[in-house]
């Protein structure tokens, strides 16, 4: 699956004084190629993987690139964000650890002692899931309802920590969207690791975000089901300790059709701190997928999956770089033909991973527009 340049999009805007200046990694939909552009845009480096993405890939401190690959036909390929095997790769491309588990979904974090937390269905019990309410009566998957779980393994693939969801979430508290199916409990799409070593998750099914208690397994705080958020995605935690994550707005109650947003949460306060949305709200939206990242300079890189577009904003949401996917690949009858990016990520020239790397653009694939 390759994929080629349909348009002359790229980078669309750019006020060079004003935007944090560095290398943005993003995986588009479809393709089996993780991409590292500069600020012009220009593809310096990129990889062939053997999977389109379960999503996304992340550069780590060792130059590697780890990656969620989507292992077709897997057990439950027709669930969002299935993926089915995690993969680590050199600078060249050359493999240097793998993790495959046909039950891998959405997200994965590698931790400071070399393990990787990773993300993954399990089938939720029947006395419980009999239990949950909402979602659309009888939509079950083949009679089951399937959730979540955190498992901790070590680089040698043994498990060291689990965490279900079922055996901490609360039937009668945590209830599925009524406008989606109740194939899936929770739906977690993204997670992230705090200094304490606890875990906040975000729930999309639920509208909720959590902080779960890495010791105990309790959940220790949660936000967002009282209709504040809308099929979220991408929480993640900054350095002054309050949550940023992006709003998708679907299937949301605060307005009558859907629009995204940005949010920065205190969660010591249980509100909002920041904002980000479109004026008029409409030119904003995803539905699906999307992700956004707090830049040193205090900016934040937003990821509009649905459109492909990247975009960096200020405080005080005055865009100062753009960058529009002028890729376009076929994934699936769902997504069909499309530009789509579903998170992207932007590191610095000072970061680790990039030390001593060859970051000049190739003007064969400039010229060619494709990748080979």
């Known amino acids: 699956m390759g994929i080629a340049r349909t348009s002359l999009k790229g980078v669309t805007h750019y006020i060079q004084s004003n935007a944090y200046n560095g290398y943005t ?5 479809g393709s089996t190629e993780a991409v590292l552009i500069d600020m012009q845009g220009r593809v310096v480096h990129q990889w062939k993987m053997p999977y389109p993405p379960a999503l996304y890939g992340i550069l780590l401190e060792n130059g590697n690139l780890l990656y969620g690959g989507y292992v077709e036909k897997g057990l439950l390929p027709d669930l969002r964000g299935t993926g089915g095997e995690l993969i680590e790769v050199d600078w060249d491309g050359n493999l240097a650890w793998s993790y495959k588990d046909p039950y891998l979904h959405h997200s994965f974090c590698r931790l400071s002692n070399g393990n990787t937390i990773v ?8 006395d419980i899931s009999a239990k949950i309410k909402g979602g659309m009566t009888g939509t079950e998957k083949d009679g089951i309802m399937w959730g979540d ?3 901790e393994v070590n680089p040698r693939g043994k498990v060291v920590w689990e965490w279900l969801a079922y055996e901490h979430l609360d039937p009668e508290i945590d209830s599925i969207c009524p406008l989606c199916p109740r194939s899936q409990w929770t739906e977690a799409n993204s997670f ?5 070593g606890d875990i906040l998750a975000s729930f999309a099914r639920l509208n909720t975000i959590c902080i779960i208690s890495k010791a105990t397994g309790d959940i220790k705080w949660r936000w967002g089901s009282g209709g504040e958020l809308g099929h979220q995605n991408d929480a993640t935690v900054l350095e002054n300790g309050n949550i940023l994550l992006f709003d998708n707005g679907t299937h949301c109650i605060h307005f009558s059709q859907g629009y995204s947003r940005v949010l920065e949460i205190d ?14 709200w409409m030119a904003f939206y995803s539905a699906y997928m999307s992700s956004c990242q707090r830049l040193p300079n205090d900016n ?6 649905a459109t492909g577009r990247i975009f960096e904003v200020t405080k005080t949401g005055r865009i100062v770089w753009e ?4 890729f376009s690949s076929a994934f699936d009858s769902v997504y069909g033909h499309n530009h789509i990016i579903p998170k992207a990520y932007r590191y610095g020239p000072e ?3 990039l030390k001593a790397k060859n970051l000049e653009y190739s003007v064969y694939l400039v010229e060619r527009g494709r990748f080979v």
């Open 25 to 29: 990694l993003f995986t588009p939909l």
């Open 119 to 126: 993300l993954r269905w399990v089938e939720v019990p029947k």
């Open 267 to 280: 969660p010591a306060a249980n509100k909002m701190v920041w904002e980000y949305k479109d004026d008029p």
């Open 351 to 353: 970061y680790g991973g």
């Open 149 to 151: 779980s955190f498992r």
């Open 192 to 196: 992230a690791i705090l200094s304490n």
């Open 300 to 305: 934040t890189l937003i990821c509009e999956a």
């Open 323 to 326: 960058f529009v996917n002028p």
